[in-house]
């Protein structure tokens, strides 16, 4: 069972209805609509208290910030909304991948760590991002509020949730 720190986006309506239809799978898993910041995190046998205390404590000395999501991109199969600037959220991401190297962010698999909030993903990227953008424009630049950290858990297979919130800034 994994878990992990996100940014939920609040207010998402528009969001989320490109989400149930080109991320279908993730909506269906009960993932709201965010911006991660580490995943995968601990395990459930590996969330102890010191994890968490240790958890809380980083995020602690991340202050609260404002950003929006700006314009909508693309990888190959991922759309995405852009959150600029985007320079708070990575310093929290930095923060953490600082304190929890045994958990690196996608396992390793990437370089460099895009901030980004998925819109579609297991999609052919260049044929619905136009569609994606015509029907998200009138709704950005979308203002967003980092006031605090989800920890998301899979609580059973195919299942999440949100398990508790961390402020920022303490």
């Not at 149930?20 to 995190?41: C, D, K, Q």
């Not at 314009?71 to 923060?95: N, T």
């Not at 509020?145 to 800034?169: H, I, K």
Request: hydrophobic share 45%.
């Amino acid at each position: 069972m994994e878990t992990a720190l996100a940014i939920v986006l609040d207010e998402a309506g528009p969001f989320d209805e490109v989400r149930r239809e080109y991320a279908v799978e993730t909506v269906a898993l009960g993932i709201p609509f965010h911006v991660t910041l580490l995943y995968p995190f601990a395990s459930h046998d590996e969330l102890t208290r010191d994890v968490l205390a240790s958890t809380r404590a980083v995020l602690a000395a991340c202050r609260p910030f404002d950003f929006q999501l700006t314009r909508i991109a693309m990888w190959p199969d991922v759309v995405y909304a852009v959150p600029e600037p985007d320079g708070e959220l990575r310093a929290c991401m930095q923060a953490l991948f600082a304190r929890f190297p045994q958990w690196p962010p996608y396992g390793g698999v990437h370089a460099e760590v895009v901030p980004h909030a998925t819109l579609g993903e297991e999609v052919d990227a260049a044929l619905v991002c136009r569609e994606i953008e015509r029907r998200l424009a009138p709704h950005l630049p979308h203002r967003c509020q980092a006031r605090d950290v989800a920890l998301l858990e899979e609580f059973e297979p195919d299942r999440w949730r949100e398990r508790e919130r961390f402020p920022l800034g303490g």
